[in-house]
């Protein structure tokens, strides 16, 4: 009991040092008290043979927190966890090079976007000038991997479609113009966060970018991504595919 009474003392009790009712200490003078105060609670479970524990609770819970959020954010935002569809499919290719990690650019059936974000649509049409809808998109992949089942009339009209970003999107509204506006800003707001991430941790900003890019993407859309990813400063581009053992 009587070391119980040394640790709780009466009201206005600061570990030992009376304060009076209306006193105001300074900083330093309430630090001295809690010091104290804690070198009271060593000494009686010292006496108890008792060990203080050295380490805090609720830092380890933060510290498994903060682990469990990053390896969250690092499983979910990897920009080469593609998940394939009619939309996108990658080509296949022998290189030996593994992917690094860089600014996400996708390009697929439908639209662009960077960092899974949406920021310009990509339109289709057939020959002729017609626009192409999801069936035309599903039936063309479809026969892709069933050249069999499909006739050759409906081989060849589906080998017509065509992707492409309207030219309202691009510069000054020209359709011979490869900067397509919404990207480029996109890619700039991305590359601005990268390099003051990158300053932050005294690292090299290397200025890379992962193109995801469906196989049936024209080359014209694709110099068009190529050429704005330029202009944003992303000069070290790399294209995800499909490894194979076999050459095409």
Known sequence: MADEQDIEGGPGDQGGEPAGEGVVLTPEELFAIQARRRNKVARI??????????FSITSLMDALTILLIFLLVTLTSDPLNVKQDAHL????STTPLTPEDAIPLTIKKGFVSV????????????SGGRACGEEQIQRR???????????P?????????????????????????????????????KVK???EENRELRREFKGIVNIICDRDIPFRLVAEVVH?????????MRFA????????
């Open 115 to 126: 960092d899974q974000k949406e920021v310009v649509r990509v339109d289709c049409r057939m």
């Open 241 to 248: 595919v499909i490894r194979s053992s076999t050459r095409y």
């Open 45 to 54: 479970m010292r006496k108890r043979g008792e060990t203080e524990w050295p």
């Open 193 to 195: 966060q990268q390099q």
């Open 141 to 151: 992949t479809y026969c892709d991997m069933n050249p069999a089942e499909c006739s």
């Open 89 to 92: 499919l990658l080509a296949r």
């Open 228 to 236: 704005t990813a330029g202009l944003a400063g992303l000069s070290n």
């Open 153 to 189: 009339e409906e081989l060849q009209v589906l080998k017509s479609l065509y992707f492409y970003v309207d030219k309202t999107y691009k510069e000054n509204g020209d359709e011979n113009s490869f900067a397509i506006v919404p990207l480029l800003a996109a890619l700039e707001e």
